[in-house]
């Protein structure tokens, strides 16, 4: 099976400064990850994702970076905006797990200070 | 419509009554997802269908709660007699490829067992 640890229930930082949420998995062998993005009263949104065979992949002002040593994933927000504020969880894949081998994290609040 | 439906948005029920949740999945995808959210936490699996397969009912807490699928298209998922404790908000999400392909998630039902 997986679970999926987190680091910080929530997190402060000022408008313009970068972020990085972390995210601990238990199962070597997970092999997709994913973070989620969810504002208040919404469903969560995919934000972006990398693959095992990855240890790093960009979007537009974020980063998720991958340590399969360690088993820790971390997004980094780049330059935060308030319409950043939101929880965001990670979620890992383990192929042939159940639930279709996907375990979400418990979430982090991200709020972005004026 | 182009995302993930669900309604009702808000059901409030007196504790022992039964409820149906009600999601539409995006056209074409094959793979959907119920989640249980309960305030400030994080996702918690109910059941998983994959186009035809039997369904992955692991994380149902209880006999009461039931889902159903038809086909490839709309899913309800019902629990009887409700109690307290099923106070939360039901997301369903759905995916074009299974868990190695991004969720998009329903804006969630919220439950209130008075």
């Known amino acids: 099976g997986e679970s999926v640890g987190l680091h910080l229930p929530t997190l402060s930082v000022q408008e313009g400064d970068n972020s990085i949420i972390n995210c601990a998995y238990s199962?070597?062998?997970?092999?997709?990850f994913i973070w989620y993005k969810q504002e208040s009263g919404k469903g969560p949104q995919f934000i972006i994702d990398?693959?095992?065979?990855?240890d790093k992949r960009q979007g537009q002002r974020v980063t998720v970076l991958l340590n399969k040593t360690v088993k820790h994933l971390s997004l980094q927000i780049a330059a935060t905006q308030p319409g950043d504020s939101a929880v965001y969880f990670c979620a890992v894949v383990y192929s042939g797990g159940g639930a279709d081998g996907l375990t979400f994290g418990k979430g982090t609040h991200l709020i972005i200070q004026p | 419509g182009a995302g993930v439906s669900q309604s009702p948005s808000n059901k409030v029920t007196e504790k022992g009554k039964d409820v149906e949740l009600r999601c539409d999945p995006i056209?074409?995808?094959?793979?959907l997802y119920w989640y249980r959210q309960r305030l400030g936490q994080g996702l918690e699996f109910l059941i998983y269908?994959?186009?035809?397969?039997?369904?992955?009912k692991s994380g149902l807490p209880s006999d009461r709660f039931s889902a159903e699928r038809t086909g490839e298209s709309v899913s309800t998922l019902t629990i009887q007699r409700t109690q307290q404790e099923d106070s939360a908000v039901y997301l369903c999400?759905?995916?074009?490829?299974?868990?190695?392909?991004?969720?998009?998630f329903g804006e969630g039902s919220r439950l209130t067992v008075l």
């Open positions: 199962n070597s062998a997970s092999d997709y």
């Open positions: 056209s074409g995808h094959t793979a």
């Open positions: 269908f994959q186009g035809n397969s039997a369904p992955d």
């Open positions: 990398i693959r095992s065979n990855m």
């Open positions: 999400a759905s995916s074009l490829v299974r868990s190695t392909g991004e969720l998009f």
